[in-house]
C-alpha cells in the first residue's frame, strides 16, 4: 500500500573542480546511463569509492536502483550537462516516465564519492493547499480510512511531496478487512465495489491493464495499477489508484458528473490488499506533482454529520443520504 518517492541518496562531495574536468565527468554520465540501462547496478556500485561503500552498501545500492529508481521512472533516455553545483555536476535527465536531475561527483581517481536522483517538479504549477470544488465520497456505503490526516502518526504519506496528504482506504467488519481465504482478492469487503465521481469533472488521464495482485504481493513495476485522474474546473487533479483490472468505463477527455461510475476498487499495482489510493494533487502526473489537503462537503464520521471534512486515520467515512 506504500508508495515509494525517490531520495537524496547520498552526497560525499569533494573540492571544487575546473571545467577543463568536464570531459571525465561527460563519461563518468554516460557510462553512468549505460550501465543503468543494462541493469548493471554491480558496476556502477564497483565504482563507488570506499566511503560509499560504506555509507551504502551493495544491497542497498543494488535495491535502491531497482526498486526505487528503475520501478518508478524506468529507462534513461537522454542525459544533459546543466549546471556545477557545489562540486557536482547535474545532469537533467529524461527517463521513461520522469524527468529528474541526476548529480554525480567525482574524486580524483574518478571514483563516485556523490550521487543523487531527485525528480523535478513543473515550477510554473501552484502548488495547492487544499480543494476549492466541493467534494463528495467517491464510494457508497461505510468505508475505514487507514491511513488519512496531516500527521504522519495518522497518515505516512505526509512525508512524501507528490502524495503528501493522500488516503488510503477500504473497508473493515468485526476489525478485519476480509473474510475468508486472505490469499483471494474476493475475500475482502472493498474488492470490486463502485468507485465514483466525487464532483463534476473531466477524465485527465486512464491506465488500464494491470493485473490484480495476490494479496500480500506488490507490483512496483506499476505503481498505481489501474488508475484514473480525473481534473476540476478548478484545475485540481483528483487521483485514484490501484483500481479493479478491467473495472474502468470512463475514457481520457470524457466529462463526468458528480456520482457517476469509474470503475471498481481493486488490487493492482502497489498494493497488498484491495484498497483506494486517493489523493489530491496540482499536476496530471504523480511524480510531478505535490499532494493537496481533500476536504469533503458533507459526509457521516463515526455516524455523525461533518462538514468541510477532513478524515483521519480510523475514522468510518459514509456520504449523506
Request: include cysteine.
Amino acid at each position: 500500500m506504500r508508495f515509494v518517492t525517490l531520495l537524496l541518496l547520498l552526497f560525499t562531495f569533494g573540492a571544487s573542480f575546473s571545467q577543463e574536468e568536464q570531459g571525465r565527468y561527460a563519461e563518468a554520465a554516460t557510462e553512468f546511463m549505460s550501465r543503468y540501462n543494462d541493469r548493471d547496478y554491480i558496476a556502477i556500485f564497483d565504482r563507488f569509492n570506499v566511503d560509499m561503500k560504506k555509507a551504502l552498501p551493495r544491497e542497498q545500492t543494488l535495491a535502491f536502483f531497482e526498486q526505487n529508481v528503475n520501478n518508478l521512472m524506468g529507462d534513461i533516455t537522454e542525459m544533459r550537462f546543466d549546471r556545477i553545483d557545489k562540486g557536482a555536476h547535474i545532469y537533467r535527465t529524461d527517463f521513461e516516465r520522469a524527468v529528474a536531475e541526476v548529480l554525480i561527483s567525482l574524486t580524483p581517481q574518478n571514483r563516485i564519492n556523490g550521487l543523487a536522483i531527485k525528480p523535478l517538479k513543473d515550477d510554473e504549477i501552484p502548488v495547492l493547499e487544499r480543494n476549492v470544488t466541493k467534494m463528495a465520497l467517491p464510494f457508497n456505503g461505510k468505508w475505514f480510512v487507514f491511513w488519512g490526516g496531516t500527521t504522519v502518526e495518522q497518515n505516512y504519506h505526509v512525508d512524501y511531496a507528490d502524495q503528501q496528504y493522500a488516503y488510503d482506504i477500504l473497508m473493515v467488519a468485526n476489525g478485519s478487512s476480509y473474510e475468508g481465504d486472505p490469499k483471494k482478492n474476493e475475500s475482502y469487503f472493498a474488492f470490486g465495489k463502485e468507485i465514483i465521481a466525487p464532483c463534476d469533472a473531466r477524465v485527465a488521464k486512464v491506465v488500464t491493464g494491470v493485473h490484480d495482485n495476490i494479496p500480500g504481493e506488490l507490483n512496483p513495476r506499476q505503481l498505481t495499477g489501474n488508475t484514473v485522474v480525473l481534473e476540476t474546473d478548478n484545475g485540481e487533479f483528483i487521483l485514484f489508484a490501484h483500481l479493479k483490472e478491467g473495472s474502468i468505463v470512463v475514457q481520457e477527455g470524457q466529462d463526468v458528473r458528480q456520482g457517476e461510475l469509474l470503475g471498481q476498487c481493486g488490487n493492482s499495482g502497489n498494493s497488498t490488499e484491495p484498497h483506494l489510493h486517493l489523493s489530491l494533487q496540482n499536476h496530471v502526473d504523480m511524480l510531478q506533482s505535490t499532494g493537496a489537503k481533500l476536504f469533503f462537503d458533507q459526509i457521516m464520521v463515526n455516524s455523525e454529520l461533518k462538514t468541510d471534512y477532513l478524515p483521519v486515520k480510523e475514522d468510518f467515512i459514509e456520504n449523506v443520504n
